[in-house]
């Protein structure tokens, strides 16, 4: 391996870490390419609304979903590629969710370069399993001591209609990033999530674009799809795509009352 290609391969698996822990996750520049509704002005009861309450309600969702949320588990397929779609390496993992923070994974299948798999999706599910039980601290969490949100109107992603705000972090740091959320009018759940990093990551990474989608699945909210594309020096665009599926939530509860869901 060239000292080109192993600085490549840790710039991109380090940012990617990153990313993992700044959005909670991760995601990108295909996503935002499809044809949205116009964005229009903030309409009744939403017109007084300021970025504090919108943020005051978001939490407040999130809290009752988490109180409710056991355990799920889930299929993901990680790959990396190049703009003309060839596929360097993929990974799929079942992922199992024990509340409130544990996070097993077990490999399913894995195909090409076992370098780019190692350097690059090993280390981001590790992150991501680190980060879940603690081992990582970061104060990376979407709340108002991280960002102050800046409603911006009112827009349609798919059959959700969304308040729709800009996130803009408080400091300057790599765990954090800049962009906008949009966030579901009635159940108060982030639907999506896109931008870029708060700060430089690496001198080896010039740009890097990121969205994360949210699906509802039952009562939850749950990830359905990230794309992050980076732009690196040399090497030039690379994108990560994570598909989220085949969700199975609270299963434990026997199909008895909310949260027995399955896709």
């Known amino acids: 391996m060239s000292l080109r290609s192993k600085a490549y391969t840790l710039s991109l698996s380090s940012f990617l870490a990153v990313l993992l822990v700044a959005t909670g996750a991760l995601a990108a520049e295909g996503p935002l390419a499809e044809t949205l509704p116009p964005l229009t002005p903030l309409t009744a009861p939403y017109q007084n609304m300021t970025g504090d309450e919108l943020f005051a ?7 009752s979903r988490d109180a409710r949320l056991r355990q799920y588990s889930s299929v993901r397929t990680y790959r990396v ?32 370069s076992g370098l780019v798999r190692d350097l690059v999706l090993k280390r981001l599910i590790a992150s991501e399993s680190e980060t879940s039980t603690g081992r990582a601290h970061h104060d990376s969490a979407i709340k108002p001591a991280n960002y ?4 911006l109107g009112e827009q349609d992603i ?5 308040l729709v ?5 408080k400091r300057k740091d790599k765990y954090l990033f800049e962009g906008t959320v949009w966030i579901d009018a ?3 759940a982030i639907v999506r999530i896109a931008g870029q990093p708060a700060k430089s ?6 740009r890097a674009d990121f969205v994360r989608d949210y699906e509802k699945v039952f009562y939850f909210w749950l990830p359905a799809q ?12 690379k994108m990560l795509s994570i598909q989220h599926g085949e969700y199975v939530v609270n299963e434990d509860s026997g199909g008895k009352g909310p949260g027995m869901a399955t896709e």
């Open 148 to 151: 102050e949100f800046n409603l």
């Open 226 to 237: 990230d794309e992050t594309w980076v732009h690196i020096r040399l090497h030039g665009r």
């Open 165 to 169: 705000a800009q996130a803009t972090p």
């Open 186 to 188: 009635q159940d108060y």
């Open 57 to 63: 309600r978001l939490l407040e969702s999130n809290r």
């Open 81 to 112: 590629s190049n703009d003309e779609g060839k596929v360097y390496a993929e990974e799929i993992v079942r992922l199992d969710y024990q509340a409130p923070d544990h996070k097993r994974f077990q490999t399913l299948s894995e195909e090409g």
């Open 201 to 206: 990551l690496s001198f080896w990474i010039t």
């Open 158 to 162: 798919g059959p959700y209609h969304c």
